[in-house]
């Protein structure tokens, strides 16, 4: 069965710096490996997407790679700001999806 | 395009009573997923389906019952409701399963007192 493991379960940073979410996985057979973004009291809001052939994803300040031979893959945000507050949260793709439990982000003004 | 939309928002339920959780998404997907989200449990798969006419069951499946009539459509039925399924419940769509971006809901808070 696959396990899905997200550290630190919460992180707290001052603005403007930049920072690494992390997130490993025991099965290396997927197909894909989703970022989510979810605010309090609110639905999962997709970040970026990296198919199981690709090595990382750009979205602005959003870069996340992915090393399947190792089970890991990582959020990299940059410059971050107050409004980059939220749970953050990894899902891979298999037969079936699969979540971690996320990453619980403050950052500071 | 709506995208995935679920009702109600919230509900309260008594214990042993029953109910339904709608889902419905405009994308004409074919995989379309439940889901529960506790407390530092992250997202636990309930039910999920391939298409019209076929579901199969997730990680957490008991006390839950699904149906797969239409593409758009794929409710969730709590027949007799426990406190243990206090969660929020969410509907995925995609439009396959494995290698396509799945979407979500904006989720139901379920409490069973």
């Known amino acids: 069965k696959q396990e899905v493991t997200q550290i630190p379960a919460a992180l707290s940073v001052p603005e403007g710096e930049n920072l690494v979410l992390n997130c490993s996985f025991t099965d290396s057979a997927i197909y894909n490996l989703q970022w989510f973004r979810q605010d309090p009291g609110k639905g999962l809001t997709s970040l970026l997407l990296?198919?199981?052939?690709?090595r990382e994803q750009t979205s602005g300040r959003l870069n996340a790679s992915l090393d399947k031979s190792s089970g890991r893959s990582t959020l990299y945000i940059a410059a971050s700001q107050p409004g980059d507050s939220a749970t953050y949260l990894c899902?891979?793709?298999?037969?079936?999806?699969?979540f971690g439990s996320g990453t619980k982000l403050n950052v500071k003004p | 395009n709506a995208g995935v939309t679920q009702t109600p928002k919230f509900q309260v339920l008594k214990t042993g009573q029953s109910m339904t959780l709608q889902c419905a998404q405009d994308m004409n997907h074919e995989y379309m997923s439940w889901y529960r989200q506790d407390p530092g449990m992250g997202l636990r798969l309930i039910h999920y389906s391939v298409g019209a006419g076929i579901t199969d069951q997730g990680e957490v499946p008991n006390g839950y019952n699904v149906s797969r009539s239409t593409t758009e459509d794929f409710p969730l039925r709590l027949e007799l409701a426990a406190p243990s399924q206090t969660s929020v419940y969410f509907c995925?769509?995609?439009?396959?399963?494995?290698?396509?971006?799945?979407?979500f809901g904006p989720g139901t808070r379920l409490t069973v007192t």
């Open positions: 995925a769509s995609s439009p396959g399963q494995g290698a396509a971006e799945q979407y």
């Open positions: 899902a891979v793709s298999g037969h079936k999806f699969y």
């Open positions: 990296i198919q199981s052939s690709q």
